[in-house]
């Protein structure tokens, strides 16, 4: 038996030493096909050295913890004694969300049940009425305040109409002080887009810091402690699409994960970002992979604007992703649809690593109805769509300077005269979608009005401003059907980030994200029709780099978003 274990000892060592020289040998070789990239053409890296470089995987290190979760909460609602009175009241479930609860409680009979969250006025009261009728009940409760012992009312109806109602209480702590000083300046809840329940709330979406989401009186409602950078978008499903960091500890953000309102981890994807620098090409350093934007496709898979691991250029290429694995589905790189002058001759902007942001890429749109992606570069001061199957150009909105004459062909004709071009633009949307027929559509954007590249007018920098254009992609030509922000002046003018985006009510919420040189955001929602400001905040004290990326009106509770929660109680 003794001479049985040390053959087995021996053995192990072997393999252990065998396994630890395999995993470097393939470190090594893994390093050698960054440093040493491959190319289709020369500044362009082939498809399958981007695939390399970026490389996603699936993660289930914060899907397992939240799953685990669930399954207590499951056990302990079957232990939970039947009657209101004796429900079992949690707030921040799942660890990240401090302004979320999770009521379980047990009916006599089965009942539906209506959640309220009371606020400080009848607008920011917020109710969302569950379906179905169940003895055993996962309420889960999203909009309380932070720092108060909140009132939250379940209301027990009976298929009988018997109606019955209970109040808990959830205590929160205070708010983080990184998120700053909301100052409410303006608000008329009625002309406002609040939504069924008053369940929307205006979410400032963090360059690199807090997200968080605002009531209709300026009020903290929800935030996640999960440092958030930039993507921060509703899925079909119902759930968050967020980009956060793999460790907490970690510089860069690198994880991109399907979430919601109550921290829960659906899907995890996390990518390398450890690419060669262009002072010292043999040396590696990390970045981080997805910078501005991500988007569902109507087959449910994810397209990402990323860094693609390219010594020299940064922020020009997409990827699509399967949703299920994480594999690269598709890769689009823009060098390859724009002209090499864009790129080649590019001194717009410097970076400190010295690599070459020459396109910015901060948005994209999937247009359903023809298949066409449209994508905004800020550097190039230009909005463009393509064929997403085929990435051929469709059509480019953007200052004729600059251009070769082989693309000109190209560029949307303005149907005025004394067009002002856009600059430096922000978060494109196409809206009226439901009304635009035939060839024609309605582009909303952030105009920062920043000639970057070109455009320069005299108005240049004087404001930045929410802008609509009516673009007949038949006949190639755009009109500008409505603007808002020159009457704020300078005071708004922001040189870097900002949107714009149609809520709901012929309203829009325009977030100047970068105003006073990044010391402050200011949130602003309009009516389109009348120019009048219906709600307005100010943001302030806040640290630096994290100024609001985006504003964006999104409710709590959306669609089937309550009833996933329920099925901890069905399970």
């Not at 009226?432 to 009005?449: A, M, V, W």
């Amino acid at each position: 038996m003794k001479k049985f274990w040390k053959i087995t000892i021996g053995v192990l060592l072997v393999l252990i030493v065998v396994g630890g020289a395999a995993y470097h040998e393939r470190h090594n070789i893994r390093r050698y096909l960054l440093v040493h990239q491959r190319y289709a053409k020369k500044d362009i890296l082939t498809t399958n050295q981007i695939k390399l470089n970026i490389r996603p995987a699936l993660s289930t290190a914060n899907t397992t913890a939240t799953n685990r979760l669930s399954q207590t909460y499951r056990r302990e609602l079957k232990q939970v004694k039947v009657g209101s009175t004796h429900a079992r009241v949690i707030v921040n479930p799942y660890k990240t969300s401090p302004l979320a609860g999770l009521i379980l409680v047990k009916t006599p009979a089965a009942t539906k049940v209506r959640l309220t969250v009371h606020g400080d006025t009848a607008a920011t009261t917020l109710t969302k009425q569950l379906k179905g009728y169940h003895t055993q009940h996962a309420v889960g409760v999203l909009g309380l305040y932070p720092n108060r012992a909140n009132r939250v009312t379940l209301t027990f109806t009976r298929q009988n109409g018997t109606t019955t109602r209970t109040t808990y209480t959830l205590k929160t702590a205070a708010a983080p002080q990184a998120i700053g000083k909301n100052t409410l300046k303006t608000s008329k809840p009625q002309q406002m887009a609040l939504g069924t329940g008053n369940t929307k709330l205006t979410f400032a979406v963090s360059s690199l810091g807090y997200t968080y989401g605002l009531d209709a009186q300026g009020k903290v409602r929800w935030y996640s402690t999960k440092p958030l950078s930039h993507v921060f978008k509703q899925l079909a499903n119902q759930h968050l699409l967020i980009n956060t960091k793999i460790k907490a500890s970690d510089a860069k953000s690198n994880a991109l994960q399907e979430t919601d309102f109550y921290g829960r981890v659906y899907h995890q994807y996390n990518l390398n970002g450890l690419f060669p620098t262009k002072t010292d090409p043999t040396k590696l350093a990390t970045n981080t992979v997805i910078h501005h934007d991500a988007i569902e496709l109507p087959n449910h898979n994810l397209l990402l604007t990323v860094d693609d691991g390219s010594k020299k250029f940064v922020e020009d290429t997409m990827i699509e992703i399967d949703r299920q694995t994480g594999k690269i589905k598709k890769v689009i790189d823009l060098k390859r649809i724009l002209p090499k002058s864009a790129y080649e001759k590019y001194d717009g902007t410097h970076r400190t690593d010295g690599k070459i942001d020459w396109f910015h890429q901060n948005s994209m749109y999937y247009n359903r109805k023809n298949g066409e992606l449209i994508i905004s570069g800020r550097n190039q001061d230009m909005m463009l769509a393509i064929n997403y199957k085929t990435t051929k150009l469709k059509w480019i909105l953007a200052a004729p300077q600059k251009l070769p004459q082989s693309y000109q062909k190209y560029l949307l004709q303005p149907t005025t005269k004394h067009y002002r071009y856009n600059g430096g633009q922000h978060a494109v949307m196409l809206i009226n979608t439901h009304q635009n027929t035939g060839s024609k559509i309605d582009l909303e954007f952030y105009d920062n009005n920043v000639p970057v590249t070109r455009g320069k007018t005299a108005q240049s920098k004087q404001w930045s401003a929410g802008e609509i254009v009516r673009i007949d992609q038949l006949k190639k030509t755009v009109t500008k059907t409505w603007s808002f922000g020159r009457t704020l002046g300078k005071r708004n003018f922001t040189n870097i980030v900002g949107s714009s985006y149609a809520v709901g009510k012929g309203n829009t919420l325009i977030g100047f994200g970068y105003a006073d040189n990044g010391k402050r955001s200011e949130f602003v929602e309009v009516n389109r029709k009348t120019k009048q400001i219906v709600f307005d905040v100010d943001r302030t004290g806040f640290g630096h780099g994290d100024w609001s990326y985006r504003a964006q009106r999104m409710t709590l509770y959306p669609g089937s978003a309550q009833l996933s929660l329920q099925a901890i109680a069905t399970k």
